[in-house]
C-alpha cells in the first residue's frame, strides 16, 4: 500500500510539472501583477454568477416557455438545458453554490500560492462562462462577458501572458471603436436624441466629446502599452477617467471587468513590456485571430446593422445606437383563445420596462377563429429590439400551441431618435426561417422598408 501511495504520489508530481509547463504557470507564480489578474478575474465571475443565480435565461423552464433564445447558430441549444428556475427546484442555487465554493477554494489556492490547482479551478468557472455566453444563451452574450472571457484565456492558456493581457485590453477597445465609426458617435446623436442628453455635459459638447471618446479607442489606447511614461500616463488617466464616468449609464457591471484590469496591468504596477519574439506566441495570436473573426462576423449581414441587427452580438457592440421599437404581433387560434384581459394603455403613459405590453385585444375571425393582438413598445434605449429575439420566441410558441395556426409580426424600429421605419411586415412569422449569416431577406431597412412615424425622445435607462 505504501508503495502503491508512494507511486501515485510521484505520477501526481509528474502531472502537476507537466500541467504547469503546458500552461506556462510559473509565469503566474512568479509575477505579481499575473496574481491581481487573478484575483480580478475571480471578481467578475462571482458578480457574473451572482446574477445568473436567479435568472431563469438557461433552464428548463424557459424553454418550456419559449422565452429562451439561443443564439443563431445553434438555434436548438434548449435541448441541452438541465437546471430548473428558482420556484420550480434547486437544481439551478445548487449548481451556482457549487461554483462559489469552487471560488472559494480558489481564494485558498492564492493564498497558498498552489497557482496549478487555482488554475484548474477557475478554468472550470470560464468554461461554464464560454457555454453559457457563446453556446446557451443569446440573451447573455454581451461585451463585458466578451471582455472578461478574453483576458481570462490569456491569463490561463498563453505564454507571455503579461504582454498579452495589456495587448488584448488595448485591442478590445479599438475594436469597439470601429462600431462607433458612424453618424452615431462622430455626429453625436446617441446622446442628443435622449431626453437627459449626455451626463453633466450640454448637447453643444456630444460630438466633440464622441470623437475624442473614437480617437482614444483607436489611437489613444495604444499608449496605454507605450514605454513613454507621460503618454502612458495621460492614456491611463483618460480610460480611468472614461470608465468612471461610462458607469453613470452602465452601472457597476462593466466598469467591474473593465476597470480592474486597467488598474492592475496599466496603474501604478506598469512597466514596459517588449513584444515577444517566438515560437511560444502562438496561442496568443490565436486567441488575437479569433477576437477579429468575431468581430468581422458582424459585419456579413447586408447594409446598417444597427437597422436590422443581424449579426449585431458579434463583436463589441456596445453603444452603437440608442433604439426604440413597437413590436405587434396577430395570434391566430382555432377556438377560444387563451383567457387574458383585453386592454390598452392610455396615449401618455410611461413604459418603464424592458419591454412593456401596451395593448392587447381580441376579436373574431369566423369560422370558429379568433386573433389576439398585442403591442409591446420598448422601455429603454439600450434595448435594441432584436428581430431574432421575437423570431425565436414566436417560433417556440408556433411549435408549442397546437391550436395557434399563424402568428403576424410587425416592428417598427427607430434608431438615434430618427423615423420609425417597418423592418418586419411578415402573416406567418412561423413559416419563416432565420439564417444565422449573410442577412434574412424579410428584415427590411430604408428605403424598402417604410416610414411609419417619428418618436418621443427615449430614456436610456
Not at 55 to 76: D, K, L, M, P
Not at 223 to 230: D, H, K
Not at 260 to 283: E, H, Q, V, W
Not at 387 to 397: D, F, I, K, N, V
Amino acid at each position: 500500500m505504501r508503495s502503491l501511495m508512494c507511486n501515485l504520489s510521484l505520477f501526481l508530481r509528474a502531472l502537476e510539472l507537466k500541467y504547469k509547463r503546458i500552461f506556462s504557470i510559473e509565469e503566474i507564480e512568479r509575477e505579481t501583477i499575473l496574481q491581481w489578474m487573478f484575483g480580478a478575474s475571480l471578481l467578475f465571475f462571482f458578480i457574473t454568477f451572482n446574477r445568473w443565480i436567479t435568472s431563469s435565461n438557461v433552464t428548463i423552464e424557459a424553454a418550456q416557455r419559449g422565452s429562451a433564445v439561443c443564439w443563431e447558430y445553434f438555434q436548438n441549444c434548449a435541448d441541452f438545458y438541465f437546471l430548473h428556475e428558482i420556484g420550480v427546484g434547486y437544481s439551478q442555487t445548487i449548481f451556482y453554490m457549487v461554483l462559489y465554493g469552487i471560488m472559494l477554494l480558489i481564494v485558498y489556492c492564492m493564498w497558498q500560492r498552489e497557482w496549478a490547482r487555482a488554475h484548474v479551478l477557475l478554468t472550470l468557472l470560464l468554461l461554464w462562462e464560454i457555454l453559457v455566453v457563446l453556446v446557451l444563451s443569446f440573451s447573455d452574450g454581451a461585451p463585458y462577458y466578451y471582455y472578461h472571457i478574453v483576458l481570462t484565456t490569456m491569463l490561463l492558456f498563453v505564454r507571455h501572458k503579461e504582454f498579452f493581457l495589456k495587448f488584448s485590453f488595448v485591442f478590445m477597445y479599438f475594436m469597439s471603436a470601429t462600431t462607433k465609426l458612424d453618424s452615431t458617435w462622430i455626429l453625436g446623436t446617441y446622446f442628443t436624441a435622449l431626453r437627459d442628453g449626455l451626463p453633466l455635459f450640454p448637447d453643444i459638447l456630444a460630438a466633440p466629446i464622441t470623437n475624442v471618446v473614437i480617437f482614444m479607442q483607436m489611437i489613444g489606447a495604444w499608449f496605454l502599452i507605450s514605454r513613454n511614461m507621460v503618454l502612458q500616463r495621460i492614456a491611463f488617466l483618460y480610460f480611468l477617467a472614461f470608465h468612471l464616468y461610462s458607469g453613470i449609464f452602465v452601472l457597476y457591471f462593466y466598469p467591474s471587468v473593465s476597470l480592474p484590469p486597467l488598474l492592475i496591468l496599466f496603474g501604478p504596477m506598469y512597466r514596459y513590456t517588449s513584444i515577444p519574439f517566438d515560437k511560444k506566441t502562438f496561442a496568443g495570436i490565436l486567441v488575437l485571430l479569433l477576437v477579429t473573426i468575431f468581430q468581422l462576423l458582424g459585419f456579413t449581414a447586408p447594409g446598417d446593422r444597427r437597422m436590422t441587427l443581424e449579426g449585431n452580438k458579434f463583436g463589441m457592440f456596445m453603444f452603437e445606437a440608442n433604439h426604440q421599437c413597437i413590436v405587434t404581433t396577430g395570434t391566430y387560434r382555432r377556438g377560444e383563445p387563451i383567457s387574458r384581459p383585453d386592454f390598452e394603455v392610455a396615449d401618455g403613459t410611461p413604459c418603464t420596462g424592458f419591454f412593456c405590453l401596451t395593448k392587447r385585444t381580441t376579436t373574431e375571425a369566423g369560422e370558429g377563429r379568433t386573433v389576439r393582438e398585442e403591442r409591446y413598445e420598448s422601455g429603454t434605449a439600450w434595448n435594441r429590439c432584436y428581430p431574432y429575439e421575437r423570431w425565436s420566441r414566436l417560433q417556440a410558441q408556433c411549435k408549442r400551441d397546437v391550436s395557434i395556426e399563424r402568428i403576424s409580426l410587425r416592428l417598427d424600429h427607430s434608431i438615434n431618435g430618427g423615423p420609425f421605419y417597418r423592418t418586419v411586415d411578415e402573416e406567418n412569422i412561423c413559416n419563416v426561417p432565420y439564417r444565422a449569416f449573410g442577412g434574412n431577406a424579410w428584415i427590411k431597412q430604408p428605403p424598402e422598408a417604410p416610414l411609419i412615424g417619428y418618436p418621443v425622445t427615449n430614456t436610456y435607462n
